[in-house]
């Protein structure tokens, strides 16, 4: 059982870990060992609270494809491990990011004093306006 944070327990059998090659430097060994990891996540399928899974559907994050599958690719560590650890604390940040329910915005009023500065404000350009207008009219 994995846990993730300040919510419930995730399920190993939800995730699900592939071992691929990862890119970039690394000489030769770069070519034979599989140790960047590459972690899905259906957030449709998975066991989660109905407020979390929508919230997450509705990020805008570019790792969340449009049937709402999260992808995380893993390769910062030489590691299978650390890579491994390092995609599924990625995928916690993300679940944690959205299982605080956001505030809700409560509705202002500007003081007096903000709308009074506003509108003279307003009358001193319009009165600069006004000057510039074509001589003789």
Known sequence: MYHAGNFHSLSP???EITAIR?????GQNVNKVSNAVHLRFDITASTLPEAIRT????LGDQRISKDGVVIIKAQKFRSLEKNRADALRRLEELINRVAAPPKARRATRPTRAAVTRRLEGKARRAS???GRGKVGD
């Open 13 to 15: 059998d939800e995730v």
């Open 22 to 26: 990862a890119q970039g430097a690394g």
């Open 55 to 58: 919230r997450l559907l509705q």
């Open 128 to 130: 600069v306006k006004a």
